[in-house]
């Protein structure tokens, strides 16, 4: 199980962290990351860290996002810095087996519960 927190309403500019809590023994052997559903919008990648520590980041969050796991505690984060409107949306932490599943959302099967992010302009 995945359970997200974090989330909020800050304004232009502002920064906020997620993180993700997950259940069970074989964490540090999970793919796990973030991605994010804007209002009326499909489901998109934000970030995916690999068992090994490949990362992959949608471009529009590159160099302003940070994702980061810790093994020992079975937490992933997200560092959100310089929040646009356009990062408005529920984030949701995912987990697979495979790095190369999260690249996809139909690939991923392990989702948590969303947490909202609203940035006000």
């Known amino acids: 199980q995945l359970q997200a927190f974090g989330g909020g309403l800050v304004q232009y500019g502002d920064s906020l962290r997620l993180s993700c809590v997950a259940s069970?023994?074989?964490?540090?052997?999970?793919?796990v990351g973030w991605y994010r559903q804007a209002p009326g919008k499909e489901r998109e990648l934000v970030a995916i860290?690999?068992?090994?520590?490949?990362?992959k980041y949608a471009d529009i969050v590159k160099g302003r996002f940070t994702i980061s796991r810790d093994n020992t505690k079975n937490t992933l984060a997200l560092q959100m810095n310089s929040l646009i409107p356009k990062d408005t949306a529920v984030y949701y932490c995912?987990?697979?087996?495979?790095?190369?599943?999260?690249?996809?959302?139909?690939?991923?099967?392990?989702w948590g519960k969303g947490t909202q992010v609203t940035v006000s302009s």
């Open positions: 860290m690999s068992s090994g520590g490949r990362i």
């Open positions: 995912v987990g697979d087996h495979s790095y190369s599943a999260l690249w996809q959302e139909h690939g991923v099967n392990y």
């Open positions: 069970g023994r074989t964490f540090n052997s999970y793919a």
